[in-house]
């Protein structure tokens, strides 16, 4: 049985353009480069060329202002750390060379990936301040509510540009200015939002941003830092001095000839995949919502501009996520109960609960993820296996 893989907020399967570009990289005995792209002989060089390459296109593609504020990393995750935790340490010095003293604090909301809110343990042990901005029923934190979480101690603010559970989009550029007034930095993890959502770095005006080349049917283990120039920085992995000094280890080539190819592959196909997915979802939504037991899990209709194209959010009252999860994969259906990171447990998650979705309700969570290669057929199948699955 083939599945019909709905869980793409998760991971998405490797593109053409992805696969086409890393294949040379994978022969051996091929005249892709090799070689370590620090070295000066010319085998370096030549890989050297192909990653300046990749960072050109891929500042391209985010429309940053040049290439050298691209730092590649091996996942959103390390580049999420490592923009929070080195503008952290970065704009602290600055501020201690000013003759400030602090208590310097950090502002982010309830509603981000681990990858971010796990990073309070560390901050809290530098001697910061972690807070949380508030966010309304449908997760979006209003420029409003920034300026009243933050004061002329904040030195970052980390607020993502898309939910990756329920699909809320946040006015970054809009956050970013309240930030920017306040003195502070603004950091913006866009995995979710990247080919789902127009994305200009220039026009957000932030001052960092994380990527993921695996979300956007690139490969696993590249990640994108964008950092602006000039912003105060200490490097969270120090070493070799690899990426103009802000992220040490040798680069992985192959795997960011790959993501440079995938990432301006996901934008140039951005708009028409949304409206693809947009009308799935809307459907979907509709047809869930006549369902006495599902409940969307936000409090306002999620089939709406405000929110991803690609993702549909429910909760089953009755059921647990786990349950449905293996349900639908025993009838050849992947879709996830929220965040990938977060199935495992049977706790409800941290999104519904700063929802305020009842914890009941919330372990009936259910998240399908619509890809660029998924058809309306498909969804067809995912709803009537669905109600099969429920009766
Ligand atoms: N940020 C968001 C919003 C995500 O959805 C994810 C992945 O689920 C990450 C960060 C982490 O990405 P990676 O798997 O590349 O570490």
Redesign the pocket.
């Known amino acids: 049985m083939q599945s019909i893989y709905l869980d793409n907020?998760?991971t998405t399967p490797l593109c053409e353009a992805a696969a086409k570009a890393m294949a040379p990289y994978m022969q051996a005995g091929s005249a892709a480069p090799f070689g370590n792209a620090n070295s000066l002989h010319s085998v370096g060089r030549r890989a050297f060329s192909a990653l300046e390459d990749a960072r050109a296109r891929v500042a391209r593609a985010l429309r940053a202002h040049r290439p050298d504020e691209i730092v590649f990393t091996a996942?959103?995750?390390e580049s999420?750390n490592s923009a929070i935790v080195g503008m952290a340490l970065g704009a602290h010095e600055k501020a201690r060379l000013a003759g400030k003293h602090g208590p310097f604090n950090i502002v982010t909301s309830r509603i981000e990936?681990e990858?971010v809110l796990e990073t309070q343990h560390m901050l809290r042990a530098l001697g910061f301040e972690f807070r949380f901005v508030d966010n309304d029923a449908s997760g979006r934190v209003t420029p409003d509510a920034l300026a009243r979480a933050i004061d002329e101690n904040t030195l970052v603010v980390s607020v993502?540009a898309a939910n990756?559970e329920v699909g809320t989009i946040q006015p970054t550029a809009e956050l970013c200015r309240v930030a920017h007034e306040a003195g502070a930095l603004f950091h913006v993890?866009a995995?979710?939002a990247l080919g789902k959502v127009p994305i200009s770095l220039k026009d957000w005006n932030v001052d960092a941003a994380?990527f993921?080349a695996?979300?956007v049917g690139g490969p696993k283990g590249v990640?994108v830092l964008y950092l602006a120039a000039k912003t105060p920085y200490v490097a969270y992995m120090p070493g070799g001095g690899q990426e103009g000094g802000r992220r040490s280890g040798t680069q992985n080539v192959c795997g960011i000839v790959g993501a440079a190819a995938a990432i301006e592959f996901a934008v140039a196909e951005q708009p028409a995949y949304a409206q693809r997915a947009r009308a799935m979802r809307d459907a979907l939504y509709e047809r869930l919502g006549a369902i006495k037991r599902v409940v969307p899990s936000v409090g306002v209709p999620a089939a709406s501009e405000d929110f991803l194209p690609n993702i549909v959010n429910v909760c089953v009252r009755g059921f647990e996520s786990q349950t449905l999860i293996l349900q639908l994969d025993m009838r050849g259906i992947c879709v996830s109960g929220g965040?990938?990171?977060a199935s495992g447990s049977l706790d409800p998650s941290h999104v519904l609960s700063a929802l305020g979705v009842e914890r009941a309700l919330a372990q009936g969570e259910l998240r399908v993820s619509i890809g660029v290669e998924n058809t309306p057929d498909e969804i067809d199948a995912f709803y009537d296996a669905f109600v099969e699955a429920i009766s």
């Open positions: 907020a998760a996942c959103a995750t999420d990936h990858a993502m990756n993890d995995v979710q994380s993921s695996h979300k990640g965040s990938a990171c």
